[in-house]
Nanobody, 124 residues
Framework: QVGLVESGGRLVQAGGSLKLSCAAS????????VGWFRQAPGKEREFVAG????????YYPESVKGRFTISRDNAKITVSLQMNSLKPEDTAVYYC?????????????????WGQGTQVTVSS
């Protein structure tokens, strides 16, 4: 079992950068796949990045590919999301999620553990 706490969200101007962090608890975190999702008001939760347990495989949807980078440090049990060239449409609450076995990276219900979210607001 793991606990997840996101941090780093804030107000940023369009074109700017932001790095989100997900701090995990639990000695077996290195065996968990991790995903970052976001949810804007009135919209469904959307997958934005995923990383394998070892960190050697990452996956991004087209909407953020080339702008977002996910990474993990299993020694420090943290997962980061570097976001560059931010756009107003990136405004959302960003969530970190994890599970040992994820069949579909983009499917939120495949992840059993979630953080509380951190707000990212991009002004135009």
């Amino acid at each position: 079992q793991v606990g997840l706490v996101e941090s780093g969200g804030r107000l940023v101007q369009a074109g700017g950068s932001l790095k989100l962090s997900c701090a995990a608890s639990g000695r077996t975190f290195s065996t968990y796949m991790v995903g970052w999702f976001r949810q804007a008001p009135g919209k469904e939760r959307e997958f934005v990045a995923g990383i394998s347990s070892s960190g050697d495989i990452t996956y991004y949807p087209e909407s953020v590919k080339g702008r977002f980078t996910i990474s993990r440090d299993n020694a420090k049990i943290t997962v980061s999301l570097q976001m560059n060239s931010l756009k107003p449409e990136d405004t959302a609450v960003y969530y970190c999620a994890a599970d040992r076995r994820v069949l579909d990276w983009v499917r939120a219900r495949d992840y059993g553990y979630w953080g509380q979210g951190t707000q990212v607001t991009v002004s135009s």
